[in-house]
């Protein structure tokens, strides 16, 4: 008769310990969002928006933090330039024309948009925002325990990033907001298996996109709360071109109205741009809707409008 070999209870435990400490080895990463303390919470709004793409600019974030240098600047605006076209409400200006830009013109690339700035980026890129930032803190933390057969390691990003987006014709601050986001990877080894506990890059984008990504929904809220408009390109013949076409959802027979812009009306406490004296000449209607811009023709009375001039759709 043959014998059944049995393990003793001690061995059994042993594996089951063995094999759930392993399990408990394996890299674990974690993100999460939160709003920032603020004196003066920002409202959440939702927006209902769903008329023509606003064009907008994103200028590279200044980092006040010593950590990453020039790195985490330029992350932030990439993060901020992807979850904005995610939305479907916007046209985004590539950030090297934005760049060429502000370099050609002698700007700066400080991420700090002063109105004379705004002004001057809106007006050749033909930009109705501009939105820019500040990582205002950033850090790694890195604990853990290292025993004679375990290790184990744990790091935490955290970053804080500060908004600011800005009227392109105006130089005005729509909106500055704050948000925070934290990621934390934890890793372990057992008798030198596992996953080793090196320095993980990721931590850095993923901390800094999730204190952007909950500020997004009030970013496209601000932006849209102004009535969209845009630029006469050119007019010739009784046909009028503007700075829009079918990519930002012109439509043929939509109708719109067009605006003689006259001089500067400026705060007399800041001396900042407030608006512009507007004159109606009349109305036109698209007649072609092509990539980057339409043709419209001007209704009858209606005067000839010059290059940069204001066209609004129809209420």
Known sequence: MSKIRTFPFVTFVAFVTFVTFFSSCAARQSTKMKQTVSA????KVESKYTGPKRRVGVVDFENKTAYGQNRLGTAAADILITELVKTGKFIVVERDKVNKI??????????VIDPATAAQMGKVLGLNAI??????????QTTGSDYLITQTKRQVAQATVDIRVVDAESGQVLYADSGKGESKSSTGQFLGMGTKGGYKE????????AAISQLVENITSQINKKPWSTRVAD??????????????????GLKLTVFKLGREIR???TGLIIGRTEEKLGEMEIVEAMDGMSKCKMKDGARAPATGDLARLLE
């Open 131 to 140: 939105v820019t930032g500040a990582i205002s803190n950033f850090g790694v």
């Open 202 to 209: 990721g931590l850095e984008g993923e901390s800094l996109r």
């Open 267 to 269: 705060s007399p406490t």
């Open 235 to 252: 007019s010739d013949s009784g046909f009028v071109y503007i700075d829009a076409g079918a990519e930002s959802g012109m439509e043929n």
């Open 102 to 111: 502000l370099e050609e013109q002698k700007l700066g690339q400080t991420g």
């Open 40 to 43: 003066n919470p920002t409202e």
